[in-house]
């Protein structure tokens, strides 16, 4: 009869192929290689944590200059993501942009609105540099590895990531529905102008 | 028989191993050594039931053996004997029925001795009790020490500081998952549950360096959670809480000024307090004093300069799944940032 | 089978070699690889349900091998936190859900018709369902796990550990489904040995006739019935707060993380009876055909049982005692949790009455029902110390509890069943197992055991915690984790040594014939192997031993039908016949379904409309396989008579 | 309650005639007993199918205590209940409970019916009763909407859905039985066996319907009373 369950080890196996995408989904990835500090990293070193980013960054212009190379990895990594989710609450995102993205002094970061743009990129500069009118920059205070687990997560906010990655929810007061439940917002970019609204 | 033989055989010199192994040892956190009321309570206790079921034990042993032994031999092939012939067999009855009430008169007794035990924990005396606040977090402790006056006030982590012979009231809460506090030489777990607060009244009477560690499964570190609770002369524990209330060491040294200027200026300042500086974060544990302590990240390494650089490097090395990123400052900003904190006594 | 066509045929007694031929050809599971699937044979479904909880016995003890190479010294590099969580994660679950309960029911799905001489278990198509969905549970964790989806929260599960917030990803969503599966697959089989054990009897076995491994089953299967919801429940709580945002667990909306610990162990510590009471079974059939006599206090053995049962209910808290509790309470617990041991002691003490009075006949099953009596009762001493409150606080989530747990689990179920494979392999072979490699496997199981789990005791009393992945090497440690981690190798030899031997005797084994041990239930009483019907003519029971009973009148059944699927069916408490039934034929329907369910357990892992969607197919498939076919409806309707 | 225990005694006295009949058809010559003129089937706790849907039965009512007690424990941990909304409105659980105790009329008629494998009297029952359970689901489906909270809002909610829930699945699945029973019963293929089916389905129609009062008492009036 052990030879008749052999026949069955076919379709396990193309079921296994289907889920191979989990494993990136999975990964527990704990030390980020560190790359050398970059020449650009110096001078962004600022003496307090809320500096405004200077106003000539605008949504167009990703500063490819310092910008280290986009790394989508973690837009499919649930454990990242979460990481990002801590950190958000961690380095009070929550208290400009409110538990969940719904927006408070910052403008809201989980409906279709994007200031300074919604691709990965954007929103790592929205964060590293700062934008005028209030968003400080936190490039020499936030490892860029984190940063981008930020990223992940404030895209996630607006049901970006696909479901199975994006957080469910959490163990406090939950003001919303989870990351997970959210339904994708169609991003569009707005005239700078409404940055200061809200 | 052959079973019974070797079994005993087989333990006992498991057992002769095992103690060797046990002495050769110094036990830093072991259920035996008790170094308060309430741990020696709890050990009074496990002599009780070690006696006891070790001889119940022995006379489970002693009667299989026997039946063994004085058993006839026999083969598949023979016919087995059937009720009728073999009749009422009251001896075999008598003895059962005494075996049966010998166990529970037995079990009743150790229920006593159990519920005794109970009683005499509870009964600590709290006159003029130290309190403490424990946090758990995934994957350190930290303290909060109360006072009427809240200038008197301080916090501290992963070390804790006790005064011998004063009971200390342990506030027990939890940031995150499910933690238990255990400090096996003064007192048994207690778990720290979020949405709960529960209690522990513990005393060391002999002064001493006692470790714990969690004790209740908390994700990845689970592993490197322990802590340290040095028990002190009154006097000694009054000098050590006093300089804790002190803001920090303000050191004029180049390097180490240097050091607190990229503490403030990079990620440290992020998750770290330091009283007396603008760094206020509580995601970390508080370095005001940190270079007083034995240990660094809750008893992962000793508490060295070198181990301290090796730590903020990458601790993800050191203690993977730790909440603390790699840092990727130079070479000579790292041994300032450690000479700045090495100056924190 | 198209029995409407031709005329029904009834058995004769003695039953004739055309009678034989044809109940041969009525109950045999159809040919091909269509066949194999389809089966509902109970004694098919059974190997296959051991050997598929064996395979997972295995599995679980490699990963066990893996963490005690981890821990064999300390800073050990070797596997780290990710890993290891996994590793103790999978071993528990593996060792609790898909091998422990199952391989219990699994013999009893096997035996149990043999020992109450009936020719199948109740509902045949259910028993193979229960089996696919067992078999794609386990299955399913195993592939996740191998994608780096293996559940890392620990078999227990705390949340919020487990919750949505700290751990992100699948792994627990997997944790918490293939509990479903196993839950179902268990629930259903107490139902179908329940409703066997109830109706399909021999006429004559009265309650006081039935064999005690019957009577373990029983009492085990109405516990599964009663605790297993518990789990079930508890689990899919949890995979709502995970997917669709409840808060059963969530402090922060009224939620709690201690109802979870409630509920779970409501379920936990029953379990660790259905896996115990099973074992007791073992015991009492081997002892008396190895003394040569019929046990002694069957009716005390009987109630012992029954009171395990009961009292097993009323002590799950002991798991929960460094959790606040009221005083009172905790108390009352340890009274309970200590009282248990004295029904286990009134059995120990009736076997060893039973070998002080027999006649010893020392084969390799004897043996491990010995070393029974070692392990199990320091494992049930150490179990006494735990119930104690204070005592607990002090060992509780230590190596000394791993100690106990494998102590009682090994001891009491594992050592008893190699025991019951020796036993019972020839009647389901037909072939003897070598004593040679028997008495390898014993002495290397035996010494190995206490060589890897003693030691813990006392890791536990100095300190070092459970579910830790590495420990400092200045903690006095290091030398009994090293004998431990040599001990878990010899385990590991000694089960090659089973494996091996199972495998050779399979085709070069002594040929056994019906009743090589001489043993005195019905299962003896037929063939090795039994035929697909088990039985050509049902006996007539005359006492708890009918095999060694002096011949009575009546003797067997007569009149049951040889070309068309019929049992008698008796009275619950008299087991006087009753209704003789026709019954159900092989069908590939219960695969199908268990496929359908499997899909909808998995879908709704990733999302919460598989269930909805996923149902229409499930429902499609289970109405097929109720719908009748005309040819059964035939064949039934020309046995049929109205009561 | 006065239909079922009529009902119980009423079986249980023809069960105790049947059974004096078994005995006599039972033959005990020499070494054989003669079970051939033994029914090939019978009702209530002469069916295997009754002793399995008696153990469904008893797994669904643990599930059912379990979660009721849940909803207590959760209850017994928060100030005030419903946390913050206000209790499900009565009008469609009440509607729905009044109709499910109705419905045990025209369920027990089925019953009868078919212990007295009279076949054009259990399709006209049955139809009824599928019916029947189609409106609960309708209103059903108002009730949900009437219960003032989502699951998600907090663990009161939780606890509600999850109680309504279970009690659907078990409206569906057993809506679905009746239904499927009931086609059979009009296309065939009938024996004797068929009708037991449809006694047990009436009599796990008892269990919905009674299991549903507490459930109803605790959601409906939990939220009021406590």
């Not at chain 4, 009931?182 to 919905?208: H, I, K, Q």
């Amino acid at each position: 009869m052990s030879s008749r369950c052999l026949r069955l080890w076919p379709a396990f196996a193309a079921a296994a192929l289907l889920c191979l995408p989990a494993c990136e989904r999975e990964k527990r990835q704990f030390d980020s290689p560190s790359p050398p500090p970059t020449p650009a990293s110096a001078p962004m070193m600022r003496a307090t944590p809320l500096q405004p980013g200077n106003a000539q960054l605008g949504a167009s212009s990703v500063p490819t200059a310092h910008m280290p190379s986009t790394d989508y990895r973690y837009e499919n990594n649930a454990f990242a993501v979460s990481q990002g989710k801590r950190l958000y609450r961690w380095y009070n995102c929550s208290s400009c942009h409110a538990p969940g993205g719904g927006g408070d002094w910052g403008p809201a970061l989980s409906d279709d609105q994007w200031v300074y743009g919604s691709s990965p990129a954007n929103i790592f500069a929205s964060i590293a540099e700062g934008r005028p009118a209030g968003m400080p920059s936190f490039a020499a205070h936030i490892s860029e590895d984190q940063t981008w687990q930020l990223v992940a997560y404030v895209r996630s906010l607006s049901g970006q990531l696909p479901k199975d990655v994006a957080p469910g929810r959490s163990d406090t007061m939950s003001g919303r529905e989870p990351e997970a439940g959210r339904d994708r917002e169609r991003p569009k970019p707005m005239e700078k102008s409404d940055g200061n609204k809200r | 028989m052959a079973t019974s033989a070797s079994t005993l055989r087989w333990l006992a010199a498991c057992g002769s191993v095992v103690l060797a192994a046990a002495v050769r040892a110094e036990p830093l956190q072991s259920v035996l050594a008790p170094a308060g009321p309430q741990a020696a309570h709890l050990k009074d206790l496990w002599d009780v039931m070690l006696l006891v079921c070790t001889g119940v034990f022995v006379a489970v042993l002693v009667a299989v053996g026997i039946a063994l032994w004085r058993a006839p031999r026999a083969d598949s092939s023979q016919r087995a004997s059937l009720p009728q012939e073999l009749g009422p067999q009251r001896g075999a009855r008598r003895s059962v029925l005494s075996a049966v009430v010998a166990s529970t008169l037995l079990l009743l007794f150790l229920i006593v001795a159990s519920v005794f035990t109970d009683r005499a924990l509870a009964r600590l005396s709290l006159h003029d009790a130290l309190h403490i606040e424990v946090t758990a977090n995934q994957w350190w402790w930290e303290a909060r020490y109360d006072d009427a006056q809240a200038s008197r006030m301080f916090n501290t982590a992963n070390e804790l500081h006790i005064p011998t012979g004063r009971p200390v009231v342990l506030t027990l809460r939890s940031n995150d998952v499910i933690h238990s506090f255990w400090v096996p030489a003064l007192h048994g777990k207690k778990d720290l549950i979020p949405g709960r607060t529960s209690t522990l009244r513990l005393q060391a009477d002999q002064a001493g360096t006692y470790r714990g560690q969690c004790a209740e499964f908390c994700g990845y570190q689970h592993t490197t959670m322990a802590l340290l609770v040095m028990a002190e002369p009154p006097a000694q524990y009054e000098a050590w809480a006093d300089h804790q209330r002190a803001t920090a060491a303000l050191s004029q040294e180049p390097q180490a000024a240097r050091g607190r200027h990229i503490f403030m200026t990079t990620t440290c300042v992020m998750c770290h307090s330091i009283q007396g500086t603008d760094a206020s974060a509580r995601r970390g544990p508080d370095l005001t004093h940190v270079a007083q302590r034995q240990t660094l990240a809750a008893g992962a390494l000793p508490n060295t300069p070198e181990n301290l650089e090796r730590w903020i490097r990458n601790p993800q090395h050191i203690k993977p799944g730790a909440n603390m990123p790699p840092s990727d400052l130079p070479t000579d900003d790292l041994k300032a940032l450690v000479a700045y904190l090495g100056s924190l006594q | 089978m198209n029995a409407g066509s031709e005329a029904v045929r009834r058995n004769s007694v003695p039953p004739t070699a055309a009678d034989a031929q044809a109940l041969e050809a009525t109950w045999r599971d159809p040919p091909g690889a269509m066949g194999w699937l389809s089966a509902v044979n109970h004694k098919a479904i059974g190997k296959r349900f051991i050997l598929t909880a064996f395979g997972f016995f295995v599995a679980g003890g490699f990963l066990a091998l893996l963490m005690r190479l981890q821990l064999a010294r300390p800073e050990n590099k070797l596997i780290g936190p990710d890993l290891y969580n996994q590793l103790f994660t999978m071993h528990g679950t593996t060792m609790m859900f898909l091998f422990a309960v199952p391989v219990m029911q699994a013999v009893s799905v096997y035996l149990v018709p043999l020992m109450i001489g009936s020719r199948s278990v109740a509902f045949p198509r259910m028993n193979a369902f229960a089996y696919w969905i067992y078999l794609f549970g386990g299955l399913m964790l195993y592939v996740a796990f191998v994608l780096n989806i293996g559940p890392d929260a620990g078999w227990f599960s705390y949340v919020p550990l487990a919750g949505p917030e700290y751990s992100p990803g699948k792994r627990v969503d997997f944790w918490a489904q293939l509990v479903t599966f196993t839950e179902l697959s268990g629930l259903l089989e107490a139902v179908i040995l329940i409703v066997t054990v109830f109706k399909l009897r021999a006429p004559g076995m009265t309650l006081n006739r039935i064999p005690l491994f019957v009577w373990g089953m029983l009492v085990t299967a109405f516990m599964v019935i009663f605790a297993m919801p518990s789990v079930m429940l508890a689990s899919t709580a949890l995979i709502m707060d995970r997917l669709v945002g409840t808060h059963f667990y969530n402090p922060g909306e009224g939620g709690d993380a201690v109802l979870w610990q409630h509920l779970f162990w409501f379920f936990g510590h029953p379990e660790v009876y259905f896996i115990f009471i099973p074992g007791l079974g073992f015991m009492s059939s081997i002892i008396p055909t190895f003394s040569r006599r019929p046990i002694y206090g069957y009716t005390a053995m009987v109630l012992a049982l029954i009171a395990t049962g009961f009292l097993a209910f009323g002590l799950w808290v002991h798991h929960m005692f460094a959790t606040n509790l009221p005083e009172m309470g905790k108390s009352f617990f340890t009274a309970a949790s200590m009282l248990i041991a004295i029904p286990s002691a009134v059995q120990i003490f009736c076997w060893i009455a039973t070998l002080w009075t027999g006649k010893l006949v020392f084969k390799t099953p004897l043996l491990f029902v010995l070393a029974f009596f070692v392990i199990l009762v320091l494992g049930g001493l150490t179990g006494v110390m735990l119930a104690s409150v204070p005592l607990d606080l002090q060992v509780h989530d230590t190596y000394f509890v791993v100690a106990h747990l494998h102590y009682v689990l090994i001891g009491g179920a594992v050592f008893p069943l190699f025991g019951a494979i020796y036993y019972w392999y020839p009647k389901i072979t037909g072939r003897l197992m070598s004593e040679r490699l028997g008495r390898w496997n014993f002495w290397l199981f035996f010494i190995g055991f206490n060589g890897a789990f003693f030691p813990m005791h006392l890791l536990g009393l100095q300190g070092m915690p459970r579910r830790v992945y590495t420990y400092p090497g200045d903690m006095g440690w290091s030398t009994m984790n090293a004998i431990a981690s040599v001990g878990a190798l010899m385990i590991g030899v000694s089960v090659l040594i089973f494996i091996v031997n199972v495998v050779r005797s399979r085709r070069s084994g002594e040929l056994a014939g019906s009743d090589p041990w001489g043993g005195g239930t019905l299962e003896w009483s037929t063939a090795s192997p039994p035929s697909a019907c088990n039985f050509e003519a049902i006996p007539v029971v005359h006492g708890a031993y009918p095999v060694w009973e002096p011949r009575r009148e009546p003797t067997h059944v007569a009149g049951l039908a040889v070309n068309s699927r019929e049992v008698l069916t008796t009275t619950v408490l008299d087991a006087e016949p009753d209704t003789r039934m026709p019954f159900p034929t092989p069908t590939i329907w219960p695969l199908v379904s268990a496929l359908a369910t499997t899909g909808l357990f998995v879908g709704s892992v990733f999302t919460p409309w598989a269930v909805v969607w996923v149902a229409l197919p499930v429902a499609a498939a289970m109405t097929a396989w109720f719908w009748p076919k005309r040819q059964d409806t035939n064949a039934s309707v020309a046995l049929e008579r109205a009561p | 309650m006065s239909t079922l225990s009529t009902t119980g005694g009423t079986q249980s006295s023809a069960m105790q005639r049947r059974e004096a009949s078994t005995r006599e058809r039972v033959q005990v010559r020499g070494a054989t007993l003669d079970v051939a003129e033994l029914p090939s089937f019978g009702f209530s706790h002469r069916s295997l199918m009754w002793w399995g849907t008696l153990g469904l039965m008893a797994i669904e009512s643990t599930v059912f205590a379990l979660t009721v007690a849940s909803y207590f424990f959760l209850r017994s941990h928060v100030a005030v209940w419903p946390m913050n909304s206000v209790p499900p409105e009565l009008r469609w659980g009440t509607l729905n409970t009044v109709l499910l105790l109705a419905s045990l009329w025209p369920n027990h008629l089925a019953k009868r019916a078919g212990e007295a494998l009279d076949r054009r009297k259990v399709q006209l029952w049955l139809t009824v009763c599928l019916l029947v359970s189609l409106v609960f689901l309708g209103i059903r489906v108002l009730e949900f909407q009437s219960l003032n909270v989502r699951w998600d809002g907090d663990a009161y909610g939780s606890v509600v859905w999850l109680l309504l829930g279970l009690h659907t699945v078990h409206l569906i699945t057993d809506t679905w039985d009746t239904g499927v029973l009931c086609v059979l019963m009009f296309t065939g293929p009938v024996e004797g066996r068929r009708f037991v089916d449809v006694s047990e389905n009436a009599l796990y129609w008892y269990f919905v319907v009674w299991s549903w009062v507490p459930i109803y008492a605790v959601i409906y009036w939990g939220g009021r009373l406590l």
